[in-house]
């Protein structure tokens, strides 16, 4: 919805700039209006259309779309968690609010921008994270012939996304001036004979070779996380 009022509203400055005049006179616009979205009714609004709507309460120019599409989505997300907490979204709401973070990071992605689904709870995440990696290996992105299963029973492949999530100090990288921390995000590179997982950075070509019980215990799909744990993460769409 937000996107296609961007749009809108970019359209409109782009016609300002060339010097385009407005109409001599004005017809009824409402069922154009309608086809395109620009409102709707408040049956038809979604779950992440009204933490965008309820976001923009607090600062209105601060938090719009129009102004910072990141920081609006943020807010929005916010919202979302909770209203999920006061339990104002339904189950079906929550089905195709998944639907919809992960068909917007699929626009992200096939853009090539660096994207992280965000949602309210950890069965969403775990939901959007198996869309993601069934995604990547669609497009031939992982190796299906090597794979190890962690604690949590998810099943990673070499190619994968993934996240650490307990600082290890003695997992070096960067010439030993960084070390593995909690909330990093990695690709994983290769998974020895012997259970060793290496682990490429997802910001730079720095590589880390992490021991078996490490990986098994505190290595997990990282294509999404719930709104708290992405605090501090660095892409450029969430």
């Given amino acids: 919805f937000y996107h296609r009022l ?14 385009a005049q407005p109409p001599s006179e ?10 395109m979205r620009l409102y709707k009714s408040a049956a038809e609004v979604t779950a992440p259309e009204a933490a965008m709507l309820a976001g923009l309460l607090k600062a209105p120019s601060y938090f719009a779309p129009t102004s910072n599409i990141n920081r609006a989505q943020d807010r929005a997300n916010v919202v979302l968690a909770l209203m999920h907490e006061q339990g104002r979204i339904t ?62 029973d998810e099943q990673i492949h070499v190619g994968d996304r993934v996240v650490t999530r307990k600082n290890n100090r003695r997992a070096r990288f960067n010439k030993g001036t960084d070390f593995v921390k909690n909330g990093d995000s990695w690709t994983v590179h290769e ?16 590589k880390v070779n992490l021991p078996a019980d490490y990986a098994r215990e505190h290595i997990e799909l990282g294509y999404a996380r719930t709104i708290n744990r992405a605090q501090g993460a660095t892409v450029d769409s969430s």
Avoid: C
């Avoid at 961007?6 to 010097?19: F, H, L, P, S, V």
């Avoid at 660096?114 to 939901?127: C, E, G, I, R, Y």
């Avoid at 998974?191 to 070509?205: D, F, K, P, Q, S």
């Fill in 191 to 206: 998974i020895h004979a012997n259970g060793v997982i290496t682990l490429a950075h997802a910001h730079g070509r720095a």
């Fill in 6 to 19: 961007m749009e809108w509203i970019k359209t409109i400055r782009a016609k300002a700039r060339q010097g």
């Fill in 91 to 152: 189950a079906g709401e929550t089905d195709v609010m998944v639907q919809q973070v992960f068909a917007a990071w699929r626009t992200d992605t096939e853009a090539g921008l660096d994207s992280l689904m965000l949602a309210p709870t950890t069965d969403q995440v775990q939901k959007l994270n198996a869309l993601g990696q069934a995604y990547a290996a669609q497009h031939g992105a992982l190796d299906g012939s090597s794979a190890f299963r962690t604690a949590r």
């Fill in 26 to 35: 004005f017809v009824a616009l409402d069922h154009l209006l309608h086809d």
